[in-house]
C-alpha cells in the first residue's frame, strides 16, 4: 500500500539556524503533499503545502521542495525561533485525488536558545 | 474559520465498553475522517466519509465502525473497548471545492483500562 517515510524522528537546532525535514512517497500517483505542525497539545495545523505541478514553494522563512522523479519532498524552516519547536508530519495524496492522505511518522523539531 | 469539534478532550472506559467519539464540523465539508495518532506511528486513517451515509475504511479499520447520519457530524464506535485501542483520535474535515487540505478536531485522548 501507499507510504511516506519521514526523517529524521528528531531534530535539535540552534536558534537562527535552519532545519530540513525529509520524506519519501512510494505512489508515484502522489499529487498533492501537505506539511502540519503540530505543538504539544494541540491539534495539527496546515503550515504550506505543494502540488506536484511545483518544484517549490515559500511562504516566508518555510519552504517545501518537491522531487517527483525520486519521489522525494522536503520541508526548510530557515532563521529557526524557539516556537517552531514542535512535531512536523509530512503528508501525501493517496493517488490523484487530493482528499484521502497517507502521513509520516512525524519529526520532532526542538529548537533552543 | 474551519472549526472541527470532538465531544470529549479525555475519555476514560473499560474494556468491553462500547464507546462513541463524536465529530462535528460546521464549515459544510463534504468528507470526514478518523485518524488515531500513535507516538513514533504518526497518523493513521480509520475511517473516511465522502458524503452522509457512505464511508469507506482506511488503513486500521479493525475493531472500529462509523456512522454518518448528517453531514456535519462523524461519530467513531468502538464496539467493545479494548486496551489496544488506548490512543489519541483526531477527526478532521476537507472541502471539495477549492481542494483546500485536511482541517482537524482538538482530539480525543482515550484510555482504556
Known amino acids: 500500500g501507499e507510504n511516506v517515510e519521514q526523517h529524521p524522528s528528531t531534530l535539535s537546532v540552534q536558534e537562527g539556524d535552519s532545519a530540513v525535514i525529509k520524506c519519501t512517497y512510494s505512489?508515484?500517483?502522489?499529487?498533492?503533499f501537505p506539511w502540519y505542525k503540530q505543538e504539544l497539545g494541540k491539534r495539527p495545523q496546515l503550515i504550506i503545502d505543494?502540488?506536484?505541478?511545483?518544484g517549490e514553494k515559500k511562504d516566508q522563512r518555510i519552504a517545501v521542495t518537491l522531487n517527483k522523479t525520486a519521489k522525494h519532498f522536503s520541508l526548510h524552516i530557515t532563521e529557526t525561533q524557539p516556537e517552531d519547536s514542535a512535531v512536523y508530519f509530512c503528508?501525501?495524496?493517496?493517488?490523484?485525488?487530493?482528499?484521502?492522505?497517507?502521513f509520516g511518522t512525524g519529526t520532532r523539531l526542538l529548537v533552543s536558545p | 474559520d474551519v472549526k472541527v469539534t470532538q465531544s470529549s478532550r479525555y475519555l476514560v472506559k473499560r474494556t468491553g465498553e462500547k464507546v462513541f467519539l463524536e465529530c462535528v464540523q460546521d464549515m459544510d465539508h463534504e468528507n470526514m475522517f478518523w485518524y488515531r495518532q500513535d507516538p513514533g506511528l504518526g497518523l493513521r486513517l480509520i475511517y473516511f466519509?465522502?458524503?452522509?451515509?457512505?464511508?469507506e475504511k482506511g488503513d486500521i479499520p479493525e475493531g472500529y465502525s462509523v456512522s454518518r447520519e448528517k453531514k456535519e457530524r462523524f461519530s467513531l464506535i468502538l464496539e467493545s473497548a479494548s486496551t489496544n485501542q488506548t490512543s489519541m483520535y483526531l477527526c478532521a474535515s476537507s472541502s471539495n471545492r477549492g481542494r483546500d487540505s485536511q482541517f482537524f478536531g482538538p482530539g480525543t485522548r482515550l484510555t482504556v483500562l
Open positions: 505543494i502540488r506536484s505541478n511545483v
Open positions: 505512489d508515484s500517483a502522489s499529487n498533492y
Open positions: 503528508a501525501a495524496s493517496r493517488g490523484t485525488g487530493f482528499q484521502k492522505l497517507v
Open positions: 466519509s465522502y458524503d452522509v451515509k457512505m464511508k
